[in-house]
């Protein structure tokens, strides 16, 4: 059985503050891409824990 430090990480596809200088249009493109895709993701996760707050808050409400 594998565990979860042992198990190779996938590369990131982007580093907050890594030198740009050295990629193309297209390698920017992609990470634009890539981010605005984790970014829909967060905010999604965001929504949910929202509602699942907001409907313990109506529950617990006195």
Known sequence: MMHDEDRPRPAAVHVIGQDLAALSIDDLD?????????????????????????????VFKL
Do not use: K, M
């Open 30 to 58: 992609a990470r634009i891409a890539a981010l605005r895709r984790e970014i829909e993701r967060l905010e999604e996760a965001r929504r949910h824990r929202q509602a699942s707050q907001a409907a313990a808050h109506a």
